[in-house]
């Protein structure tokens, strides 16, 4: 199941560490982050600020974003 997903998600934080993020009732606990960056946005289609990160869990990859203004974690992707 590889793909855009694009689904809200729960995230687990210790201060600046992301611990874990829970998705369709399963919790996925993440071993490594990479920051990717806030990349500009579509700001003309309503799109706010997002940082996205790139985690490694159950040994997959997945891209997560937060988005500012709505203030959530999305979950962009699986890789």
Do not use: N
Not at 22 to 39: A, H, K
Not at 46 to 60: D, L, W
């Amino acid at each position: 199941m590889a793909g855009a997903i694009d689904d809200e998600v729960t995230v687990e934080r210790d201060g600046p560490r992301l611990l874990s993020f829970s998705w369709q009732g399963q919790r996925y606990v993440i071993r490594s982050t990479q920051t990717m960056g806030t990349p500009p946005t579509r700001w003309w289609e309503g799109q706010g600020e997002r940082t996205y990160v790139r985690v490694t869990a159950r040994g997959c990859l997945y891209d997560l974003y937060y988005d500012h203004e709505r203030k959530v974690w999305v979950l962009a992707r699986r890789l």
